[in-house]
């Protein structure tokens, strides 16, 4: 027990939706008091939303219970919305939990926003103290990491000028630096690497690394991306829909990760914009759309199944896959059109994507399945994004849809009727 630095047990965290005020200062006393005498009270956050009292409540963290050991760098992972933002604000006591209890030896600095606590009138040098006393850094250690911080960040030369003339990167680093050296036990990190550039990254990653192997401290780390997670975490947590799905070795969950079924239900899917995404007759159908994360290897190959349905006994149909840029704008790349032949009932369709072929960037998928233009049996639009990540530097990388805004094919293999 000596050696847990963080102990979570039934930990639990939820939400209410809607709005806390009636919208009037009567009726929000007329509730208070009827709160108070226990009495049914009007809840204007069902009203609004025509939830029940059941469904007015989300759990973004459901019954977590693990323990992390001091001297531990543990990634955790987990797809947008999973919880991992959440269980960090209950560790950095952001929030507080619903249910569980948590035990910490220990002093925790936490970095869950980059630049928290910088004010922009003041100069580099006065926001290192500032953001160091809200820390909980004592002048005196201050004082005394004021050079190393400054080094680190690389911001020698306007250390003096104030922060709002700094440039993005300038800001971020400086942040990051604060809370870096901060001599405590525990540093919790949430993606301070989608910030800054590839040269910052792997900076941040080797202090990171300084902290837990060198100086024996604990580190949390929350990233998408699943390179850096593995060069610098040894453990890691998996969390899906706010539950702890597994907990140990990074390399096994994260390959997990990667490889899990993001099985998608077309029947109820929306664009990213909310609007009804599938056009089409519907005679031939994609049903599911499997085996893909939504976060890759620029070095690994790109699989993609589908589960198309042939309502209509039809022989066969044209399809073609689209990658948009991240605006919608335009098209950057596609695989050709392909005639594919059908089953009377279901057909199973793999595309093997070889490696190296999109710059790392997010793009928007749009899928086609026809006879021709003019007879589209289904059109799927901005299905979900895919994101391509890499640790390696980005020059050098070959041709980038994203920077030259250009169109070409890409190269690919085909399988039918894999299960």
Same mark, same amino acid.
């Given at each position: 027990?000596?050696?847990?630095?963080?102990?979570?047990?039934?930990?639990?965290?939820?939400?209410?939706?809607?709005?806390?005020?009636?919208?009037?200062?009567?009726?929000? @006393?007329?509730?208070?008091?009827?709160?108070?005498?226990?009495?049914?009270?009007?809840?204007?956050?069902?009203?609004?939303?025509?939830?029940?009292?059941? $469904?007015?409540?989300?759990?973004?963290?459901?019954?977590?219970?693990?323990?992390?050991?001091?001297?531990?760098?543990?990634?955790?992972?987990?797809?947008?919305?999973?919880?991992?933002?959440?269980?960090?604000?209950?560790?950095?006591? /952001?929030?507080?939990?619903?249910?569980?209890?948590?035990?910490?030896?220990?002093?925790?600095?936490?970095?869950?926003?980059?630049?928290?606590?910088?004010?922009?009138?003041?100069?580099?040098?006065?926001?290192?103290?500032?953001?160091?006393?809200?820390?909980?850094?004592?002048?005196?250690?201050?004082?005394?990491?004021?050079?190393?911080?400054?080094?680190?960040?690389?911001?020698?030369?306007?250390?003096?000028?104030?922060? $709002?003339?700094?440039?993005?990167?300038?800001?971020?680093?400086?942040?990051?630096?604060?809370?870096?050296?901060?001599?405590?036990?525990?540093?919790?990190?949430?993606?301070?690497?989608?910030?800054?550039?590839?040269?910052?990254?792997?900076?941040?990653?080797? $202090?990171?690394?300084?902290?837990?192997?060198? %100086?024996?401290?604990?580190?949390?780390?929350?990233?998408?991306?699943?390179?850096?997670?593995?060069?610098?975490?040894?453990?890691?947590?998996?969390?899906?829909?706010?539950?702890?799905?597994?907990?140990?070795?990074?390399?096994?969950?994260?390959?997990?990760?990667?490889?899990?079924?993001?099985?998608?239900?077309?029947? /109820?899917?929306?664009?990213?914009?909310?609007?009804?995404?599938?056009?089409?007759?519907?005679?031939?159908?994609?049903?599911?759309?499997?085996?893909?994360?939504?976060?890759?290897?620029?070095?690994? %190959?790109?699989?993609? %199944?589908?589960? @198309?349905?042939?309502?209509?006994?039809?022989?066969?149909?044209?399809?073609?896959?689209?990658?948009?840029?991240?605006?919608?704008?335009?098209?950057?790349?596609?695989?050709?059109?392909?005639?594919?032949?059908?089953?009377?009932?279901?057909?199973?369709?793999?595309?093997?994507?070889?490696?190296?072929?999109?710059?790392?960037?997010?793009?928007?998928?749009?899928?086609?399945?026809?006879?021709?233009?003019?007879?589209?049996?289904?059109?799927?639009?901005?299905?979900?994004?895919?994101?391509?990540?890499?640790?390696?530097?980005?020059?050098?990388?070959?041709?980038?849809?994203?920077?030259?805004?250009?169109?070409?094919?890409?190269?690919?293999?085909?399988?039918?009727?894999?299960?």
């Amino acid at each position: 027990m000596d050696n847990i630095a963080i102990k979570i047990e039934n930990l639990s965290k939820s939400y209410q939706l809607g709005q806390f005020s009636t919208g009037t200062l009567s009726k929000d @006393i007329e509730n208070a008091f009827n709160g108070i005498f226990n009495k049914k009270k009007y809840n204007p956050r069902l009203d609004q939303d025509n939830l029940t009292e059941e $469904k007015s409540i989300i759990w973004p963290l459901k019954n977590i219970s693990l323990e992390i050991e001091k001297g531990d760098t543990v990634g955790i992972i987990g797809r947008n919305g999973a919880g991992k933002s959440t269980l960090l604000k209950i560790l950095s006591e /952001v929030t507080a939990p619903t249910t569980g209890q948590i035990l910490v030896r220990g002093r925790i600095v936490s970095l869950l926003e980059v630049g928290t606590g910088f004010h922009p009138e003041l100069t580099g040098r006065e926001n290192i103290y500032l953001n160091g006393a809200i820390l909980g850094m004592r002048k005196s250690e201050i004082t005394r990491k004021f050079d190393e911080i400054v080094q680190f960040a690389g911001v020698e030369k306007h250390i003096d000028t104030p922060v $709002k003339r700094y440039s993005s990167g300038m800001y971020v680093r400086l942040a990051f630096a604060v809370a870096a050296h901060l001599e405590s036990e525990i540093l919790i990190v949430d993606e301070v690497l989608a910030v800054g550039d590839a040269e910052f990254q792997k900076k941040c990653l080797g $202090k990171m690394a300084d902290i837990s192997n060198g %100086e024996g401290r604990t580190v949390l780390f929350v990233s998408h991306n699943m390179a850096a997670v593995k060069e610098l975490c040894k453990k890691s947590i998996l969390l899906q829909n706010g539950s702890l799905k597994e907990y140990g070795d990074t390399g096994n969950i994260v390959l997990n990760y990667l490889k899990q079924a993001n099985s998608v239900n077309l029947n /109820v899917l929306k664009a990213s914009d909310g609007s009804n995404f599938r056009r089409g007759s519907g005679e031939v159908r994609i049903v599911n759309i499997k085996g893909l994360s939504d976060i890759l290897d620029y070095e690994n %190959e790109i699989n993609i %199944e589908f589960e @198309i349905l042939n309502n209509s006994n039809i022989a066969d149909c044209d399809f073609t896959i689209s990658f948009i840029s991240e605006t919608g704008s335009h098209m950057l790349s596609n695989i050709p059109k392909m005639n594919i032949k059908l089953n009377k009932l279901t057909t199973f369709l793999k595309i093997i994507i070889p490696a190296k072929q999109l710059r790392p960037g997010i793009y928007p998928l749009y899928i086609w399945l026809g006879k021709d233009v003019l007879t589209p049996y289904d059109i799927l639009d901005n299905v979900f994004n895919l994101r391509i990540h890499t640790n390696l530097p980005q020059s050098g990388l070959g041709f980038n849809p994203i920077e030259n805004g250009g169109y070409f094919n890409l190269n690919y293999n085909i399988e039918t009727n894999v299960q």
